[in-house]
């Protein structure tokens, strides 16, 4: 049986972070995070871009004119959705996510998602580099991996 699997080594590999900047006393640390994730694994600062958005409503028109420019391996969404009182919360989160996974499914670039949704302030805390570890480093991770795999699995057009 042959297994084929990404391997997590960032070098030769292009990436854009696409971060919110609202909530940016979380996002700054998911940055942060996925920069590590990036650097630890290979990466060279020459090859990753950074791209800062209003908030979470604006990933998927942004993520899409990048993925459309097919420059980069992966997109890595870095951001914070933290319910409040009203019903916004449900509607931005689930327009972010469903419109990353729509985008990553028809142009085929790998796009992960760092978009962080809680229900407070201190679970995003915890999700940005306190106790749950931080999901910045685990999105560049995952997008990474699936990078590498795509192009073993034959994806030449980057």
Known sequence: MKVIEGKLSASGLRFCIVASRFNSFI?????????????????SEDDIELVRIP????FPVTVRAIAAQKRHHAIICLG??????????DYVAGE?????ARIASETGVPVA?????????EQAV??????????GFDAAMTAIEMADLLRQLGDGSR
């Not at 996002?27 to 630890?40: N, P, Q, S, V, Y």
């Not at 914070?80 to 019903?87: E, Y």
């Not at 915890?126 to 999901?135: L, M």
Request: aromatic share 6%.
């Open 27 to 43: 996002t700054d640390r998911l940055i942060a995070g996925a920069l590590d994730a990036l650097k630890r694994s290979g990466g």
């Open 55 to 58: 908030g979470a409503w604006e």
């Open 80 to 89: 914070a959705v933290i319910r409040g009182d009203t019903p916004h919360f």
């Open 96 to 100: 972010a996510a469903g419109g990353l």
């Open 113 to 121: 998602f760092g978009v962080l949704t809680t229900n407070t302030v």
């Open 126 to 135: 915890d999700r940005s580099g306190a106790k749950s570890g931080n999901k």
